[in-house]
């Protein structure tokens, strides 16, 4: 019948480790063969059948056609209808937690990004330094002079009730009374169940404390290789496994308590320790900085959106797992536009010119 079954067997916490199940039809008993040893598994170990089923093969079967029209199907479902009855704020008032006297650019970049995708109102939080050059840039921030002072937490928690997302890291620098502060603010939204982005050295603050993270689960962490590996190295033994970028984005979801993390690369991994979703929309070779600002000033709003959609638009999946591969198949597109008119002289501020058109290209209803 030409069935071969490798690697399945429990995880630390109970549940089925998926290793790799891979099925070659020749016969028509094959399913059935297959389904009975998961279900004997199952049996040992707990979980549901259809969540084993998905999560074995949802990390090594590229997505189909079919596939990836049902996940831009999903980002649709997610994005609010605009109309003339909403009132200012409603469609997303979104936190960016970052930008000091060195790094400007980056709150920027988060926070017009997130106004661009389709938020309402931005807020920066960023210090006293910092505060007038990122409102130079643009009028449409809302700018809060505070992460620096002995009262950041007091100020920024008049904000949070206000406030759908907060994205924590760009331009945030590795200041020990900053990052002091922010870890203050990270457990002040947990506290209030907002969702939370981080990036950048928001992620490095994570590395030198998971335990602040871990299990929360309206977090979203989108680190690239270096960080991947920092993290990685912060909450498991022995090295990142380069011959496996599926199995070792899950295992780190997983070791942070099944929170979301996006890898950032060549191809854009996204888990939720469960499931791998591979964004894989096509960008360019320019690596200017900034584009991960981009990312992660999308995802607050995108996050948001489906967090208030549900399950039922997200078709029972995960609603950050749709939120994520949202915005990095938004973010390569705006790549990727931006790229054809301005080759290697490109820069982030050309893709976010490019929100936009890629938005309408890819989302419109």
Wanted: aromatic residues 6%; hydrophobic residues 40%.
């Amino acid at each position: 019948m030409g069935v071969r079954c490798v690697a399945i067997g429990s995880c630390g916490r109970g549940k089925i480790d998926t290793g790799v199940v891979w099925m070659a039809f020749r016969g028509c008993g094959a399913a059935a063969a297959v389904l009975a040893l998961l279900s004997a598994a199952i049996a040992l170990y707990g979980p549901p059948l259809h969540a084993v089923i998905q999560r074995a093969f949802s990390l090594h079967k590229a997505h189909s056609t079919k596939d990836m029209e049902n996940l831009f199907q999903l980002v649709r479902n997610i994005v609010p209808a605009l109309t003339s009855k909403k009132h200012k704020g409603q469609d997303g008032r979104i936190g960016i937690v970052g930008g000091c006297q060195e790094y400007t650019g980056a709150p920027y970049f988060a926070g017009i990004s997130a106004l661009k995708v389709g938020a309402d109102l931005t807020h920066v939080f960023c210090t006293r330094e910092a505060a007038p050059v990122i409102k130079s840039y643009s009028p449409e921030l809302i700018v809060h002079p505070v992460l620096d002072s002995s009262n950041a937490l007091q100020e920024v928690e008049k904000w949070l009730p206000r406030l759908h997302a907060l994205v924590v890291g760009p331009g945030l620098g590795r200041d020990d009374f900053l990052l002091n502060n922010v870890m203050n603010i990270l457990e002040a939204t947990k506290a209030r169940d907002i969702p939370i982005i981080i990036d950048a050295d928001g992620l490095w603050l994570i590395a030198q404390l998971p335990a602040l993270i871990h299990g929360y689960q309206k977090a979203i962490l989108t680190p690239n290789r270096v960080e991947f590996s920092r993290l990685w190295e912060a909450v498991l033994t022995g090295p990142v496994d380069t011959k496996d970028h599926s199995g070792s984005v899950l295992k780190l979801s997983q070791a942070l308590g099944n929170i979301t993390v996006v890898q950032k690369g060549e191809h854009d991994l996204i888990s939720d320790g469960w499931q791998v979703l591979v964004c894989s929309q096509e960008g360019s070779s320019r690596r200017c900085g900034g584009q991960g600002d981009l990312l992660s000033g999308s995802l607050g709003v995108m996050a948001h959106w489906a967090l208030l959609a549900g399950r039922e638009k997200t078709n029972g999946s995960n609603p950050l797992l749709v939120a994520a591969w949202g915005a990095c198949t938004l973010t390569r597109e705006c790549n990727h536009q931006a790229f054809q008119k301005y080759g290697r002289s490109t820069t982030t501020t050309d893709m976010i010119a490019e929100v936009g058109t890629a938005f309408s290209k890819l989302f419109k209803t």
